[in-house]
C-alpha cells in the first residue's frame, strides 16, 4: 500500500541480527507509478566474527606452545589478508598485540581467510618458531582464535677453529694441525673454520690475526656459505 510518487526505503538497523555489517547503503530510492511497483531496494549485509589469539615466546624453540609458555610480544601488528595477495590493503581487517602479545581482530567478514604477521614490527633479536601466516575459519557472529604465532629470541655466536701445516697448496690440505715445526723461511698455510653455531645469520663477519699479520682480505675462502 505505498502512494504513487518518489519514495525512500530505509533499514531499521536495531533490527538487523547481531554480527552482521551493512555492505551497502541503508537508504534506497524507489519510484512507485499507478499499479505499478518497484522492487529495486535491495539492501546487503555481511556475517562478522573475531580473530585471535596471541604472539608468544616460544622458548624451547619447538613451535608447540608449551604449558609455562605464556609470555608474549607486545607492539606486533597482524592483519587478515582478505585477497591473500600479502600486502595489508586498506580496509583490510587488523589488530595489535598488547603487553601480553593478545590480540584480537574484529570486523572480519564471515568465512575463511589467512591472518599474516608484520614481520616489521618483530622486536629485534627474535625469529619465528612457526608459520607467520596462519588459517582461519570465522563463522558468522562468532570467533576463530587458533591463529597463535611462536617466535624465539635468537643468539649469535660463533667458533673458531684455527690450524696449520706446512706447505703451499691453496688450502687443500686444511684442516692441518694445532702445531707444526718448521724450519725459518718455510711456507707453512693457515686454516681458519669458522661455524655459526648459533640460532641466526650472521654477516658482514671480520677475521684478524694481528700476531700473524692476517686479515680476512688476505684469506681464501674454500668451503661453505652465506644466504
Same mark, same amino acid.
Given at each position: 500500500?505505498?502512494?504513487? =510518487?518518489? *519514495?525512500?526505503?530505509? +533499514? ?36 562478522? /566474527?573475531?580473530v585471535?589469539?596471541?604472539? *608468544? ?6 613451535? +608447540?606452545?608449551?604449558? /609455562? ?5 607486545? =607492539?606486533?601488528?597482524? *592483519? ?10 586498506g580496509?583490510?581487517?587488523?589488530? !595489535?598485540?598488547?603487553?601480553?602479545? +593478545?590480540?584480537? +581482530?574484529?570486523?572480519?567478514?564471515? /568465512?575463511? *581467510?589467512?591472518?599474516?604477521?608484520d ?7 627474535? =625469529? ?6 596462519? %588459517? ?15 617466535y ?11 690450524t ?16 707444526? !715445526? ?14 655459526n653455531? /648459533? %640460532? ?28
Amino acid at each position: 500500500n505505498v502512494p504513487v =510518487g518518489n *519514495w525512500n526505503v530505509r +533499514i531499521d538497523t536495531s533490527s538487523v541480527p547481531t554480527g552482521y555489517v551493512a555492505t551497502t547503503a541503508g537508504l534506497v530510492a524507489v519510484t512507485v507509478t499507478p499499479g505499478g511497483s518497484d522492487l529495486s531496494a535491495d539492501f546487503g549485509y555481511q556475517g562478522q /566474527g573475531v580473530v585471535g589469539d596471541q604472539v *608468544w615466546v616460544d622458548t624451547n624453540g619447538d613451535g +608447540i606452545q608449551d604449558a /609455562g609458555e605464556t609470555t608474549g610480544l607486545s =607492539g606486533v601488528d597482524l *592483519w587478515v589478508d582478505l585477497d591473500n595477495d600479502g600486502v595489508q590493503d586498506g580496509g583490510e581487517p587488523s589488530g !595489535t598485540t598488547n603487553a601480553s602479545g +593478545i590480540y584480537s +581482530i574484529t570486523g572480519v567478514p564471515a /568465512g575463511t *581467510w589467512n591472518v599474516r604477521i608484520d614481520t616489521s614490527s618483530i622486536p629485534f633479536g627474535y =625469529g619465528p618458531t612457526t608459520a607467520t601466516v596462519q %588459517s582461519v575459519t570465522v563463522p558468522t557472529n562468532g570467533s576463530d582464535v587458533t591463529a597463535d604465532f611462536g617466535y624465539r629470541g635468537l643468539s649469535a655466536t660463533i667458533q673458531v677453529e684455527k690450524t696449520v701445516y706446512q706447505g703451499l697448496d691453496s688450502g687443500a690440505s686444511c684442516p692441518g694441525s694445532e702445531l707444526v !715445526t718448521a724450519a725459518p723461511a718455510t711456507d707453512v698455510t693457515f686454516c681458519f673454520q669458522i661455524t655459526n653455531t /648459533g %640460532s641466526t645469520y650472521l654477516n658482514s663477519l671480520t677475521l684478524d690475526d694481528t700476531g700473524l699479520g692476517i686479515n680476512l682480505a688476505s684469506l681464501m675462502q674454500l668451503s661453505g656459505s652465506s644466504p
